[in-house]
Structures are given as C-alpha cells and as structure tokens.
C-alpha cells in the first residue's frame, strides 16, 4: 500500500544553495529550479514552511573572525536570508504559487512579522509560508530556526536540503570510500560530530520527536519523494 504523504513539512534550505553554480549570491537559474520543485508539490496539497540559510552572502562567526563584532555579524547574516527570502518568494509568484515571507527581524515595507496564528491561516488559504530572519537572535544558525519553526508549526518532518545524498562516514566530496548512512539517531548525529547540522537544532529536534531527512536537492523530484516518505538520503530519528 503507498504510504500517505506527509501533510505539513518544513523545508530548510541552506543560503549554499542559493549560489548554484556562482562563487557567491543568488543564481537565478537555480531559482527557478527550485520554483519548479516547489510548484511540482501542487498536486499533494500540502503545507510547506520553509526556513532559508544566509551563507550565500554572509555568515556572521566567519565575519567574526575576521574582526567584525559578533552581534552585529549575525544581524548581517540574518539579513541575508531576507534577501533570500525575498528572491525565492518572487520566483514562486513568477509561476503562480501564493507564497508569504514572515521574517523574525521587522522588515515591514516587504515582509511580515512571524506570528504563529498568521502562518496557519496561510496555510489553510494553501500559501507557502516563507522564513525568514533566523530566530532573530544572535548565536542561532537557520538549522535551529528551522527546528524551532517546525516545532511551532507542529510539522512532520524537517526535511533538510542538500548538495549530496544524505549524511556519509566522510566528506563523499573529498573520498571515493565515503558510505553514506541510511537512518542515523539524532545522539549519533551529536555523538559523532557529523557536522550535519548543530547540536541546538538537533537536540530541539529531537526533544519534540521531529524527524530530519537529509537529501540531494539538486536531483529532481527529490522534494517529492521525501514527501512522499520514499526512501531517500539519510533519515536521522
Ligand atoms: N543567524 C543568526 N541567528 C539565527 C539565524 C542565523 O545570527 O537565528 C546568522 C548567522 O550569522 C549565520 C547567518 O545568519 O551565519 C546565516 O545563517 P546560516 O549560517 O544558518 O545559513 P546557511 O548555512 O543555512 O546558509
């Protein structure tokens, strides 16, 4: 019997992403890739919320290291997933999907604040609720935003998007013998230092029994398939 899809998900995709094949910013044609992906979900109708990194432009411990203070960093790099935001919710109404940006940081000419209440009434209107801003705190990372919206939107899964297949013993970019993990516990996850995700958004995660899938976004139809709860990546539960 096929399983039934999950209802509500949580899409986390890293601002990395976003660079496609530049060095740096937003490529325009893994935009719309990604708006394709995203439009290709139509047909389960569901309800997405997605949480979108700012590493493409700025990330705020590099630009700490390099002097810059701290805080004032990672509210830079919390605006940079407001420009990814934005860009990711203009292809989604360049081909026909209503979509919603709520960001934690006030940005009221273009965005809305996060309210809970807001979120679930997009949902029932089937508009994709975009997330931006991180938790709006200095020190998170958007893989914890992403836990924490997941959990207050009582999604299934986070479903973590990626350039490889799943989580593997060793960087699969740099070894030929890496093996990659089919399902993983979020302590292994923590344990083994696999540098998936950091140990805030897993111990949220797994706190409030939230399963992550981690999987190959640039492969097409893979949004779908996870969804579908096919078996692909590495489940981490
Ligand atoms: N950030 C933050 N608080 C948050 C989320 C993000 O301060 O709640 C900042 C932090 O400086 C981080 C940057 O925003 O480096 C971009 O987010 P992240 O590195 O998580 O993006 P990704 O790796 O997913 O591209």
Redesign the pocket.
């Known amino acids: 019997m096929k399983n039934k899809p999950f209802q509500r998900v949580l899409l ?6 976003f660079k496609g094949e530049r060095n740096y910013g937003i490529d325009p044609k893994f935009l719309d890739f990604l708006a394709q992906e995203i439009h290709d979900l139509k047909e389960l109708n569901i309800e997405i919320g997605i949480v ?5 432009i ?6 700490s290291m390099n002097g810059m203070d701290r805080v004032t ?6 605006l ?2 407001i420009m990814n935001a934005l860009a990711l919710n203009d292809a989604l109404k360049k081909i026909g999907l209503e979509s919603r940006v709520q960001s ?1 940081l006030e940005l009221k000419e273009v965005t809305e604040p996060f309210i809970l209440e807001k979120t679930l009434h997009h949902f029932e209107k089937k508009r994709i609720v975009i997330f931006a ?13 992403a836990a924490l919206r997941a959990v207050e939107i009582k999604s299934e899964v986070i479903l973590k998007a990626t350039k490889v297949n799943g989580i593997y013993n060793e960087d699969p970019e740099k070894s030929k013998n890496a093996k990659q993990y089919k399902t993983l516990t979020y302590l292994d996850v923590i344990n083994q230092k696999l540098k998936i995700m950091d140990t805030t958004a897993l111990s949220l995660s797994m706190d409030n029994h939230i399963p992550i899938i981690v999987f190959n976004l640039n492969e097409k139809g893979n949004i779908k398939r996870a969804i579908n709860k096919e078996t692909i990546g590495t489940l981490i539960q």
Not at 52 to 56: A, C, H, L, S
Not at 58 to 63: K, N, T
């Open positions: 986390k995709l890293s601002g990395e992403m979108i990194g700012g590493g493409n700025f990330r705020g411990l590099a630009a960093a990672d509210y830079t790099g919390m940079a997933t934690a801003g991180g938790t709006g705190n200095p020190y998170f990372t958007t893989d914890t935003t």
